[in-house]
């Protein structure tokens, strides 16, 4: 049985991105793998031993409610530690770095990807596009990164992270006045360290790039990306012919 741990679909649920979950678990069983999503709520423990977990997107008081209880509970941070994958979506990349900005001031992350967020000088907003980096986990990924961008987060990477994608459309992690002390960070999108994945892509970001819902799935079934059962599915592969136009 493959296990998904949804993470705080209660509070971080506001955009969709539970909808990597279900990529995931349709993926997965397409496949004759019995996979099951575990939703774990504010307040419930997160187990550290199920397989792959994905984080979503919300707003800055879900943001905080969220930080407090994954540092307080530190599940996902024991699996972080013991090379499960994790995949954060937008709020949840934030969540996942050292610290954000949110409406009461800067809060402290949970501190699984070396990334500090502030504000951008203007709302990103829109389709983002980026060429994957083949930083760490990633080095498979072949194929272009699309998704739907709508944040105020102005991400600045540290030395441990690396970014997932260099932004051919969209605005990305930041903006020059997010990254006025960094300005090479500007054009980068999304995060990888270690076993950890972040992006700003919505979408679901899953449903929009397959290969990279493989590359977790196979993270999680301890196999390469190469190893896993391709799947032939003519209207996702029309869907990548018009996002990556």
């Known amino acids: ?77 024991r ?36 990334a500090t967020t502030v504000s951008l000088e203007k709302r990103a907003i829109g389709e983002v596009q980026s060429s994957p980096t083949g930083a760490g986990i990633t ?19 540290g030395p441990d992270a690396s970014p997932l994608g260099r932004v051919t459309r969209g605005v990305g992690n930041t903006d020059a006045l997010g990254a006025s002390e960094s300005p090479e960070q500007v054009g980068v999108e999304g995060v990888v360290q270690g076993n950890v994945i972040c992006t700003y892509m919505h979408g679901p970001a899953l449903a929009r790039n397959p290969q990279l819902a493989d590359l977790l799935l196979a993270q999680a079934m301890g196999t390469t990306l190469a190893e896993l059962e391709p799947l032939d599915i003519e209207v996702v592969a029309q869907l990548r012919k018009e996002r990556t136009r």
Do not use: W
């Open 139 to 157: 080095a498979a990924l072949d194929q272009p990164l699309t998704g739907f961008e709508n944040h105020m987060g102005a991400t600045i990477l």
């Open 1 to 77: 049985m493959l296990t998904i741990g949804l993470i705080l679909p209660d509070v971080l649920g506001t955009y969709g991105d539970d909808g990597n979950a279900l990529v995931l678990r349709q993926r997965a069983r397409m496949r004759g793998i019995d996979t099951e999503i575990k939703p774990i709520k504010l307040g419930e423990a997160v187990p550290e031993s199920l397989d792959v977990y994905c984080v979503g997107g919300g707003e800055d008081t879900a943001q905080v409610l969220a930080s407090e209880h994954l540092r307080k509970d530190g599940g996902l941070i």
């Open 79 to 114: 699996a972080a530690n013991a090379g499960r994958p994790i995949l954060g979506i937008c709020a949840g990349l934030q969540v996942l770095g050292t610290s954000f900005r949110a409406s009461e001031g800067i809060v402290e992350g949970v501190g699984l990807i070396d």
